[in-house]
């Protein structure tokens, strides 16, 4: 299994810096403007069908009514080489996902899409992979919160793929997606048999099994949701509650992945005194 601990003190170091730095840079200019503002960019393209705009903009509104939201958003919106696409459609109607990614001739990410269902407003994901998201559930049953906080949670967690992403080599990113279908391929053809030596061969190379390269990938979106979350309900009563459930399903589904979501916590003092010790 990978071992989170250096590299989540790392990425989300990563996370926190562009965020930080780009509230403080766009402060005087962020205070003009409304929540629901963006600038305009040929860096982050929003296209979205005329059918799903007002629903997009009410998701829009709310990812940017938090400091982390709008200063991810700008960070994108003035970037001066990735080229980040927002659209809504494909097959997953309440889920999203991201993709599309080039690189430059230097090896920097320059391209990336996301992609958000029709619905993201509804629809609670496993709480196995998606602690975060999951938790949200009692909470909006209970009319504590709306479907578009579920949206704007949703679209946080792409942004944390795409920052993800962007610390991580193409080189690598290629093989393992060269890769991973030989693994599959051994894994179901020789009985099921992890210790295989092909396989770890494989692994080596990809930087681990494919199912431990996913579970990274949907712990940094979940990392990044949780960091949207926490300006999002910070002054509301319930926002212990809430994080204690993300605290448990990450105890339960993702401990060797907890040091990532601890140190958030732990970054975030309210937080951390609910609980994230």
Same mark, same amino acid.
Request: glycine letters at 8%; one cysteine or more.
């Given at each position: 299994?990978?071992?989170?601990?250096?590299?989540?003190?790392?990425?989300?170091?990563?996370?926190?810096?562009?965020?930080?730095?780009?509230?403080?840079?766009?402060?005087?200019?962020?205070?003009?403007?409304?929540?629901?503002?963006?600038?305009?960019?040929?860096?982050?393209?929003?296209?979205?069908?005329?059918?799903?705009?007002?629903?997009?903009?009410?998701?829009?509104?709310?990812?940017?009514?938090?400091?982390?939201?709008?200063?991810?958003?700008?960070?994108?919106?003035?970037? =001066? *080489? !990735?080229?980040?696409?927002? $659209?809504?459609? %494909?097959? /997953?109607?309440?889920?999203?996902?991201?993709?599309?990614?080039? &690189?430059?001739?230097?090896?920097?990410?320059?391209?990336?899409?996301?992609?958000?269902?029709?619905?993201?407003?509804?629809?609670?994901?496993?709480?196995?992979?998606?602690?975060?998201?999951?938790?949200?559930?009692?909470?909006?049953?209970?009319?504590?919160?709306?479907?578009?906080?579920?949206?704007?949670?949703?679209?946080?967690?792409?942004?944390?793929?795409?920052?993800?992403?962007?610390?991580?080599?193409?080189?690598?990113?290629?093989?393992?997606?060269?890769?991973?279908?030989?693994?599959?391929?051994?894994?179901?053809?020789?009985?099921?048999?992890?210790?295989? =030596? *092909? !396989?770890?061969?494989?692994? $080596?190379?990809? %930087?681990? /099994?494919?199912?431990?390269?996913?579970?990274?990938?949907?712990? &940094?979106?979940?990392?990044?949701?949780?960091?949207?979350?926490?300006?999002?309900?910070?002054?509301?009563?319930?926002?212990?509650?809430?994080?204690?459930?993300?605290?448990?399903?990450?105890?339960?589904?993702?401990?060797?992945?907890?040091?990532?979501?601890?140190?958030?916590?732990?970054?975030?003092?309210?937080?951390?005194?609910?609980?994230?010790?």
């Amino acid at each position: 299994m990978i071992n989170p601990g250096r590299q989540a003190q790392l990425l989300f170091s990563l996370i926190c810096v562009l965020a930080i730095t780009t509230v403080v840079a766009a402060k005087g200019a962020a205070d003009s403007r409304t929540a629901a503002s963006a600038p305009a960019s040929n860096s982050l393209r929003e296209l979205i069908p005329p059918k799903y705009q007002k629903r997009y903009e009410e998701w829009k509104t709310e990812f940017l009514a938090t400091d982390i939201g709008k200063a991810q958003w700008e960070m994108y919106a003035s970037h =001066p *080489r !990735l080229v980040l696409t927002i $659209t809504i459609g %494909g097959k /997953n109607a309440e889920g999203a996902g991201t993709g599309g990614y080039k &690189w430059n001739d230097k090896g920097e990410l320059v391209a990336a899409t996301i992609m958000l269902g029709e619905r993201l407003d509804s629809g609670y994901p496993s709480a196995v992979y998606y602690p975060v998201m999951n938790a949200l559930e009692p909470f909006e049953s209970r009319q504590l919160i709306g479907g578009s906080v579920l949206a704007a949670t949703k679209i946080a967690h792409e942004f944390g793929h795409v920052m993800k992403i962007s610390s991580t080599s193409q080189e690598l990113y290629n093989l393992q997606v060269k890769l991973v279908p030989t693994y599959n391929k051994i894994f179901l053809s020789n009985g099921y048999n992890v210790n295989d =030596p *092909r !396989l770890g061969e494989i692994a $080596t190379k990809i %930087g681990g /099994n494919p199912v431990e390269i996913w579970e990274d990938r949907e712990y &940094w979106g979940e990392a990044n949701a949780m960091l949207y979350l926490k300006d999002r309900v910070e002054k509301e009563k319930f926002h212990c509650r809430l994080f204690g459930k993300i605290k448990r399903a990450v105890e339960e589904y993702a401990k060797d992945y907890e040091q990532r979501f601890a140190e958030i916590a732990k970054e975030q003092g309210a937080m951390y005194t609910c609980g994230w010790k």
